[in-house]
């Protein structure tokens, strides 16, 4: 399996960005998709996650009510609509796709939120 991230940016608070991530391979494999981020000086941390198997949804207590996590199964992928930004969301985020012997991540989009 293997995640690409697409729909980073450079933008003002306040605005919105919507990531993608489009897996491919074995994507029938896929039990979660999650994105993940990373700030300069700071450890890699969830942001949201979306169980491939009924849907359900979890968020950073950081973004909830401003981030949505979605997906597309047609196109197997995910999306997170990120509302509301603010300069402490800038980071690479990452797409993670888990299966039951392993996970895989994408290269990373650059999210830049000015004040």
């Known amino acids: 399996v293997q995640p690409v991230e697409s729909g980073g940016g450079l933008l003002q608070a306040g605005g919105s960005l919507r990531l993608s991530c489009s897996a491919s391979?074995?994507?029938?494999?896929?039990?979660?998709m999650a994105w993940y981020r990373q700030a300069p000086g700071k450890q890699r941390e969830l942001v949201a996650f979306i169980i491939s198997d009924g849907g359900n949804t979890n968020y950073a207590d950081s973004v909830k009510g401003r981030f949505t996590i979605s997906r597309d199964h047609a196109k197997n992928t995910i999306y997170l609509q990120m509302n509301s930004l603010k300069p402490e969301d800038t980071a690479v985020y990452y797409c993670?796709?888990?299966?039951?012997?392993?996970?895989?991540w994408g290269q990373g989009t650059q999210v830049t939120v000015s004040s």
């Open positions: 993670n796709a888990g299966t039951r012997v392993g996970a895989a």
């Open positions: 391979g074995s994507t029938f494999s896929i039990t979660a």
